[in-house]
Structure formats: C-alpha cells, structure tokens
C-alpha cells in the first residue's frame, strides 16, 4: 500500500469514528417575554363619536393614510403596541352615507381573506353591557392578523379593528403575544361606548 493511500485510509477511518456520537436535536425556543400587568386608561377625545379603555403600554395615533389616501372621515385611529411591535388598526364610518349591510358584509371579507393562511376562524357574536353589539373574529394559523373584530349600533356608527404585527406571521412565536393583547382588545370591547348613546 502506498503512503498516499495509506494516509487516504486514515483519515477516511478517522472520519467514520469521529461520527459515532449520538445527535441529539435542540428542541425550537423563543426568546422569554416579559408581559406587564394590564393597566388601562380613557380614550376620550373631544369631537370623536366614540370612547373606550386601552392599555398603558399603548400610544393612540390619529390614522393620517389609507393606502397613500386621506381617510373619510378623521377618526380613525390606530392602537400602537411598541414593545411588541404591534399595532390594532381602528376604522370608523358613519351609517347613513354607507349602509350597515355592506359595512357588515366588508368586514366578513376582510377577515375571510386571510383563510388562504388561516386553519380556522370563529366568530364569536358581541354584546356588551353598554349595549354594544358585533363580532370577534379569530383567525388560527399563519395568518397576517390574529384577531379582528367590529361594533356598530346598525343604525349610526360602524368601527372596525384588527391587529397586526410588524413581523412575519408565525402562530408559534406570536401566539403567547397574541392572547396578552387578546385581552387588552376583549377590555377594550367592553369599555367601549358611543357618545350619543
């Protein structure tokens, strides 16, 4: 055997030997989050036909574009969530103008866009102690947005809301978020009211 073989063996026998440990795969972690304790405070700004409770460790920001547009009307607004970098957009319109069918019907389209991602949606009918009434949408799966939801009286007003992150969807990483700010939306639901009621 010649020496260039020889050291050819070696070191395909060294390989082989080095490779007899066993592999144990790392479980899939996420980074530990630190949630903070939920705390409220009034949205209720003069002019606006609508006032709610929203979390401390979110900025009200007026909404001053629609897709490179001017909203419709000045109240819609957006709920900032920068330390998760998260953000529930709120739209509002007025029923007369618009018909409470189609703002309704809308609203079911918008979320059933998403079922291409979505494995699930359920509904769950509102109605709140204030005598709010509408629907709570989640979606299930990877779908860009979690939880949406919209409230009107059917015969006045009609608002919308849906949560996104600045973050591509991922149930698994999102999820544990998702239920936190679930439940600032859920207070927020329940705390809101229309001014002229």
């Not at 819609?76 to 029923?95: E, G």
């Not at 999820?175 to 002229?196: A, P, S």
């Amino acid at each position: 055997m010649s020496v260039n073989a020889l050291s050819r063996f070696s070191i395909l026998l060294l390989f082989l030997l080095s490779c007899n440990s066993v592999y144990t795969p790392k479980r899939r972690g996420y980074f530990k989050i630190d949630f903070p304790p939920h705390q409220y405070q009034t949205f209720d700004q003069p002019g606006f036909p609508y006032t709610f409770e929203y979390p401390v460790y979110a900025n009200v920001v007026k909404d001053s574009t629609f897709f490179d547009s001017v909203p419709e009307n000045p109240y819609w607004i957006n709920i900032d969530f920068p330390r998760f970098a998260a953000r529930i957009y709120v739209s509002y319109k007025a029923i007369g103008p618009n018909s409470f069918d189609k703002l309704r019907d809308d609203a079911f389209k918008m979320t059933f866009k998403h079922t291409y991602k979505a494995s699930s949606i359920d509904q769950q009918v509102i109605q709140t102690a204030n005598g709010i009434g509408g629907i709570f949408f989640n979606v299930g799966g990877n779908a860009a947005t979690a939880n949406q939801f919209f409230l009107s009286d059917t015969t006045r007003h009609f608002l919308r809301g849906a949560l996104y992150f600045d973050t591509t969807p991922n149930e698994d990483s999102l999820g544990i978020v998702n239920k936190f700010l679930e439940k600032d939306m859920e207070h927020l639901i329940n705390t809101f009211r229309w001014k002229d009621k």
